[in-house]
């Protein structure tokens, strides 16, 4: 299965549009765990165990486990979700960008070493940064296109002279992800649930691209704005959440708190739908 026939058959599965994002912060671990880097492993693998029946992905994001040397914990944390949940993507959001020679170990690092099923990336240096992901035909490369925090503004809504009709960046991108861009089908974009009139804009252009949305929860995103505005019927959406769900409790009971908050979230996005 490639990744976008894994998503679909995930967010069926799990009647879900949820991703929980894994974004460990050793500071934030509930009691004897607190401060202690060496448990990243096993927090992250006791919210898996928690929402692995409730959700349509899981993210964890690189430098949460390279900040504390903790890549090995990241290995061993996405070997768990094949293992437990083999039916669930892992979307390993890196945010990568970098001429080909270079983007070529970084798609080996997230493919190879550490089994992603799809990555983020970022799309500023053009099509050749790209590419080498694109050589992994059964993943799923996720472009940055309107990003949730204010500063994504200052690039990605500028418009651009030299396009006919003077698009704005992030329309011109998500207008090449859906066409000349996405040579093998496998490009989905990110688009920010604190802007859902722009997420209405990207599916008009990408109809049926997966969108990757986080925003929602610590953010203060709209989740039923972002539903009524990206989802479409055969057009996945990936709604990240990351603190809300890690941090739900900080006690003892974290696992058991996480699953409540993730399951009212997918609810609330579900009724949206
Ligand atoms: O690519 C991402 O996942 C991403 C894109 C974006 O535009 N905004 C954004 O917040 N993210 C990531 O989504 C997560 C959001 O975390 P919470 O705000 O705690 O839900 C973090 O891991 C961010 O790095």
Redesign the pocket.
Same mark, same amino acid.
């Given at each position: 299965m490639n990744f976008i026939q894994q998503i679909h058959a995930a967010a069926s599965l799990n009647n879900s549009l949820l991703c929980v994002?894994l974004?460990p912060e050793p500071a934030k671990f509930p009691g004897a765990w607190k401060g202690d880097a060496g448990r990243i492993f096993d927090f992250c693998s006791g919210i898996v165990d928690a929402t692995k029946d409730l959700v349509i992905a899981f #993210?964890p !994001?690189i430098a949460y486990f390279a900040a504390h040397r903790a890549e090995d914990q990241l290995e061993r944390l996405m070997a768990h979700i094949k293992r437990v949940a083999p039916h669930v993507p892992v979307i390993l959001?890196a #945010?990568r960008g970098d001429i080909g020679s270079t983007a070529e170990q970084y798609a080996r690092e997230a493919f190879e070493r550490y089994q992603a099923d799809a990555v983020?990336l970022s799309p500023f240096m053009g099509l050749d940064s790209i590419e080498p992901y694109l050589r992994y035909p059964d993943k799923g490369a996720i472009l940055?296109c309107r990003? @949730?925090?204010t500063g994504g503004n200052d690039w990605q809504m500028q418009r651009l002279a030299d396009v006919p009709g003077q698009p704005r960046l992030f329309e011109h991108l998500a207008a090449l992800a859906q066409t000349a861009w996405n040579k093998n089908g496998q490009l989905g974009l990110?688009v =920010?649930a604190t802007f859902p009139g722009e997420i209405a804009r990207v599916r008009e252009l990408a109809p049926t691209l997966p969108l990757?949305i986080? =925003?929602v =929860?610590? !953010?203060g995103g709209d989740a039923e704005a972002t539903v009524k505005a990206g989802w479409r019927e055969g057009a996945p959406i990936i709604v @990240? @959440?990351?603190?809300?769900v890690l941090y739900a409790s900080s006690g003892d009971d974290f696992a058991a708190a996480a699953r409540r908050v993730a399951m009212q979230t997918r609810d609330m996005l579900n009724a949206a739908r």
């Amino acid at each position: 299965m490639n990744f976008i026939q894994q998503i679909h058959a995930a967010a069926s599965l799990n009647n879900s549009l949820l991703c929980v994002g894994l974004d460990p912060e050793p500071a934030k671990f509930p009691g004897a765990w607190k401060g202690d880097a060496g448990r990243i492993f096993d927090f992250c693998s006791g919210i898996v165990d928690a929402t692995k029946d409730l959700v349509i992905a899981f #993210k964890p !994001q690189i430098a949460y486990f390279a900040a504390h040397r903790a890549e090995d914990q990241l290995e061993r944390l996405m070997a768990h979700i094949k293992r437990v949940a083999p039916h669930v993507p892992v979307i390993l959001d890196a #945010k990568r960008g970098d001429i080909g020679s270079t983007a070529e170990q970084y798609a080996r690092e997230a493919f190879e070493r550490y089994q992603a099923d799809a990555v983020t990336l970022s799309p500023f240096m053009g099509l050749d940064s790209i590419e080498p992901y694109l050589r992994y035909p059964d993943k799923g490369a996720i472009l940055l296109c309107r990003t @949730s925090n204010t500063g994504g503004n200052d690039w990605q809504m500028q418009r651009l002279a030299d396009v006919p009709g003077q698009p704005r960046l992030f329309e011109h991108l998500a207008a090449l992800a859906q066409t000349a861009w996405n040579k093998n089908g496998q490009l989905g974009l990110v688009v =920010g649930a604190t802007f859902p009139g722009e997420i209405a804009r990207v599916r008009e252009l990408a109809p049926t691209l997966p969108l990757l949305i986080p =925003g929602v =929860g610590a !953010q203060g995103g709209d989740a039923e704005a972002t539903v009524k505005a990206g989802w479409r019927e055969g057009a996945p959406i990936i709604v @990240s @959440s990351s603190r809300a769900v890690l941090y739900a409790s900080s006690g003892d009971d974290f696992a058991a708190a996480a699953r409540r908050v993730a399951m009212q979230t997918r609810d609330m996005l579900n009724a949206a739908r």
